[in-house]
């Protein structure tokens, strides 16, 4: 609530951004399994759709690469994000969850849990440029993605 202020469409997103309590209660509602799974609700948007007064601006944000270091920031173990955003969001919508082994087409993410980065438009892989973090130092970094056999962006 409190970055909202300036009217950052960056910001603009759904559901709303909160207050630093309703943060927490959520991280503790992650830590003792009342919420399920996460979703980044990566939403990109073209920059004339953002870059408007914030009452017509477009809701959304890119989140695919600023989703795994927030979480570490905001004290959530690895083993916890990996379950809540990978495993448990294809255990709820029925999806088999890939395996590792010879044969099968590779699906996974490798992420570093230590690197230190700097969001920043060198560093965006996105299309879309619709985020308040850019220009931030961000701990945690993914390094590799495979999906469905083919290696993706990184």
Do not use: C
């Amino acid at each position: 609530e409190e970055n909202l202020i300036d009217f950052d469409s960056n910001y603009k997103v759904k559901p709303p951004l909160r207050s630093k309590a309703d943060n927490k209660a959520l991280i503790a509602g992650l830590k003792d399994g009342t919420i399920d799974a996460i979703s980044s609700q990566h939403r990109p948007e073209e920059i004339e759709f953002k870059n408007v007064e914030f009452e017509i601006a477009h809701y959304g944000i890119i989140a695919l690469q600023t989703v795994l270091p927030l979480l570490l920031k905001a004290g959530l173990e690895t083993s916890l994000i990996v379950e809540k955003l990978a495993i448990a969001p294809r255990k709820l919508m029925k999806l088999d969850v890939p395996q590792i082994k010879v044969g099968s087409k590779a699906n996974f993410t490798v992420f570093n849990p230590s690197t230190e980065w700097i969001f920043n438009n060198e560093t965006n892989k996105s299309k879309s440029a619709n985020s308040p973090l850019f220009n931030t130092i961000l701990k945690g970094k993914v390094a590799l993605i495979y999906n469905n056999g083919q290696h993706i962006i990184y």
